[in-house]
């Protein structure tokens, strides 16, 4: 009984001791920290909308032969610079020539007939008849003349204007026809910005505007001017095409993606320091200083402006935010604010 006892007590030690050590330690005071704070504003800012639009020429041509032949000679390639009149194609004309030699041989035939019975009339050797008819005979000639002249010059496709191919859709020896596209061509120096525009925001939008654009690869945004407004809209998407001239000789290449800007008015909203937002993974955090200590407020932010962002949620207007030394505060910290 006696070592039963012993054994009890040795146990009952060994217990009190363990509860002894599975006592938590007593929390440790977190330093204070220096900061400066800021009090939240809201501010007022304009209100805009982005709408993606594609960078064209203004000046673009497709070109097709007006006659059926082959062709010749091309020596066009899609990047090559070509002047206004330059000949880019030339398409097999001996048919048509012959159908001018024939054309003239008629003409000068019937002018020479004409003269001479114009010098008989004046001597009433023939009739007035006969001699309209001749003449009127003589008009025809003229006039196939000058169509097939106007065929011959056919056969040689020109640039309207100066530019650049960008497509070629024939080679040597097809044959060209109306309608059937042989190269393309732009001007690169006159570009426009092409843009479908919601309903709600076409409004806003006058012709002779000027209006920020902003391209891929350009550092600064293009000052673009409304040129054209479609009056109706398209019945599948609901927008109106609007097409704004570029500024001359710009960077920016046929093809690109342009992105409107288009002033909607004037919204207001809560605005911080860049310097208070905090990310931590997908989180975005705020530190308010209440009663001198740091308290964690997790914020949705919106649009950047400068170096401020907006604010959606998650503070209200006169909160005293931490604007300096804000990334190592802890939730609780004690603050000591800095004026």
């Known amino acids: 009984m006696k070592h039963l006892a012993l054994i ?35 501010k007022t800012r304009a209100a805009t909308e982005e709408v993606m639009g594609t960078i064209r020429a203004r000046q673009r041509a497709v070109l097709e032969g007006k006659v059926s032949a082959g062709i010749e000679r091309l020596t066009a390639v899609p990047g090559q610079s070509v002047q206004a009149g330059e000949t880019l194609v030339e398409l097999d004309a001996k048919e048509i020539k012959a159908r001018l030699d024939q054309a003239l041989t008629q003409r000068e035939q019937l002018g020479r007939d004409t003269e001479r019975l114009r010098q008989l009339l004046a001597n009433n050797a023939v009739s007035r008849q006969e001699f309209e008819s001749i003449e009127s005979r003589y008009r025809v000639a003229k006039a196939a003349v000058t169509e097939a002249e106007t065929m011959l010059a056919y056969t040689k496709i020109v640039a309207p204007f100066d530019g650049i191919i960008t497509r070629k859709h024939a080679e040597v020896g ?70 704004l001239d570029l500024p001359a000789n710009s960077v920016a290449r046929t093809g690109q993606f342009g992105r409107l800007t288009v002033p909607l008015g004037e919204t207001s909203a809560l605005r911080i320091p860049a310097s208070a937002l905090i990310l931590r ?8 200083a209440e009663n001198n200590r740091a308290q964690m407020r997790l914020v949705k932010s919106g649009k950047r402006i400068g170096n401020e962002f907006e604010i959606l949620s998650g503070l209200n207007r006169g909160d005293q935010i931490v604007i300096e030394n804000a990334t190592g505060l802890r939730d609780g910290q004690p603050l000591e604010v800095i004026r």
């Open 8 to 42: 009890l007590a040795g146990m009952a030690v060994l217990l009190t001791a363990c509860q002894k050590n599975a006592e938590p330690a007593a929390p440790t005071e977190l330093p204070s920290a220096k900061v400066r704070v800021q009090a939240i504003e809201s």
């Open 174 to 243: 097809d044959l060209a026809a109306p309608g059937k596209p042989l190269l393309e061509m732009e001007d690169p120096k006159s570009l426009r910005l092409e843009a479908d525009v919601p309903e709600a925001a076409i409004g806003q939008i006058v012709s002779g505007a000027k209006l920020s654009v902003r391209v891929s690869g350009v550092t600064n945004d293009l000052t673009a001017i409304v040129s054209e407004i479609a009056p109706a809209a398209d019945p599948n998407s609901r927008t109106f095409l609007v097409k």
């Open 281 to 288: 993974g997908q989180l975005e955090l705020v530190f308010v």
